[in-house]
């Protein structure tokens, strides 16, 4: 049985498997689009070098989830590094 594939109880009482998979995988959608529509604009203000990283980060940690600050911040710090340093990785 896939993940998504819960047993359940019919109108007789019988017990049957009923694949959740296309409601989970809706909702699964709609909070990952409601998280990124978030992350998405703190992530940009980490990226820019124009914003202090400190300031920016109290600035999101007041206003986000803390997952979602970390998320946004790392992001936004991978992009910066690759607009400074062109991507080379440093290595």
Request: hydrophobic share 45%; charged share 25%; proline share 5%.
């Amino acid at each position: 049985m896939s993940n998504d594939v819960y047993l359940m109880l019919d109108g007789d009482g019988k017990v049957v498997p009923v694949d959740l998979g296309p409601m989970m995988r809706r909702h699964r959608a709609a909070h990952v689009e409601a998280r990124a529509d978030v992350i998405d604009p703190a992530a940009a203000l980490f990226a820019d070098p124009a914003f202090d990283l400190e300031e920016t980060y109290d600035v999101a940690e007041a206003a986000l989830p803390g997952a979602d600050v970390n998320a946004a911040s790392y992001i936004g710090l991978v992009l910066r590094e690759v607009e400074l340093n062109g991507g080379g990785g440093g290595d």
